[in-house]
């Protein structure tokens, strides 16, 4: 079954949904094949272990509540009386979702709760705080609940403040914040995506799930991610520094101008077309590193080395190169390809 297949049949047996639910739903499955994908799954074999999209529509019938009945409970939303300088937000099972809009203070949206939940939003000396906790604990086969809570914050087109997010057993997204001063993401159980975000300083960390960001810059990014891959698509920046652990670590079109440092444990890395950052350092163990660097190879003072591999090109050091590349693995072989 192919991803096209998958999904019309799914969200054929989810008429009883409105469009928005359903578009939810087609997101959530969407991601985690991505996320399979970036991991070096196979599309086929990803699918199956969702099961039949007919058997999946099924459960989530189950449980479904129609908007109507659930609207009292389900959602509120309200909006920031002051000027906002940090937006700190924490929920224990949800999706968070911080954009851009054309309001005039920060406002906070919140929808499918239940009445086990409570929202707490707060302010104080310009701090916006956002603070989700449950009575009791989130029903795990509860499929389409999971799926479709979310916590919505929109900011002004010019807000140039601050943010950080800590969520559980759900995902972060940000989508075209163009004048964040620091933004801290720390995920557990769920994924971080970015898309055409610009920071002062980036700093995420996922745990049993992806890191994705696409067209972002950063003087300053960090990425943590473990059990799940990392992928950044035409980043830019000063510095990036990523750190993964059972899972793919891939740079596609990026340039960062002083340090692309990267390391990873049980999993691939591969990177594609890389700015000619000043410092290069790539770092595996039980995984290839295989690079392609914009740059003239003999303006580079190489220091290349793998156990139980080969290498490619020989290391080799010039005193007078003006840049370092550093790429070391363990259990697999080593392949720098320059471009320039």
Not at 19 to 25: C, D, F, L, M, T
Not at 295 to 316: F, L, M, Q, W
């Amino acid at each position: 079954m192919k991803r096209g297949e998958f999904l019309k049949r799914l969200l054929d047996g989810l008429s009883f949904m409105t469009e928005g639910e359903r578009r939810s739903v087609q997101e959530y499955y969407e991601e985690m094949l991505d996320d399979a994908l970036e991991e070096g799954g196979r599309e086929e074999e990803a699918l199956a272990g969702f099961g039949a999209p007919e058997e999946i529509a099924q459960r989530m019938a189950a449980e479904y509540v129609p908007p109507a009945q659930a609207a009292e409970k389900a959602g509120g939303n309200t909006a920031a009386r002051q000027d906002v300088k940090l937006i700190s937000i924490f929920t224990e099972a949800a999706t968070v979702q911080l954009s851009e809009a054309g309001v005039e203070k920060p406002q906070v949206t919140w929808e499918n709760m239940d009445e086990w939940d409570t929202i707490d939003v707060t302010e104080e000396n310009g701090v916006l705080r956002v603070q989700h906790s449950r009575k009791a604990p989130l029903r795990i086969r509860a499929l389409f609940t999971v799926i479709n809570r979310r916590i919505q914050l929109d900011v002004p087109y010019a807000y140039a403040g601050s943010a950080q997010i800590e969520v559980k057993n759900g995902a972060i997204r940000l989508e075209g914040m163009k004048h964040l001063a620091q933004v801290g993401c720390n995920a557990h159980n769920g994924a971080v995506r970015a898309a055409g975000c610009a920071a002062c300083a980036l700093a995420i960390e996922a745990r049993n799930g992806a890191v994705k960001l696409t067209a972002c810059e950063a003087q300053a990014l960090a990425v943590q991610a473990y059990n799940g891959a990392v992928c950044l698509e035409a980043c830019t920046g000063g510095s990036v520094k990523v750190q993964g652990r059972n899972g793919a670590v891939r740079l596609t079109d990026c340039d960062f101008a002083q340090l692309l440092e990267l390391g990873n444990q049980n999993g691939a890395m591969q990177v594609q077309g890389a700015g000619p950052a000043d410092c290069i350092r790539l770092s595996n163990k039980n995984g290839s590193v295989t690079a392609g660097v914009n740059g003239k190879e003999d303006d580079y003072s190489i220091d290349i080395h793998t156990v139980n591999g080969r290498c490619t090109p020989p290391a080799c050091v010039r005193p007078r190169a003006g840049k370092t590349l550093y790429a070391h693995t363990v259990n697999g072989k080593v392949d720098i390809r320059f471009h320039g």
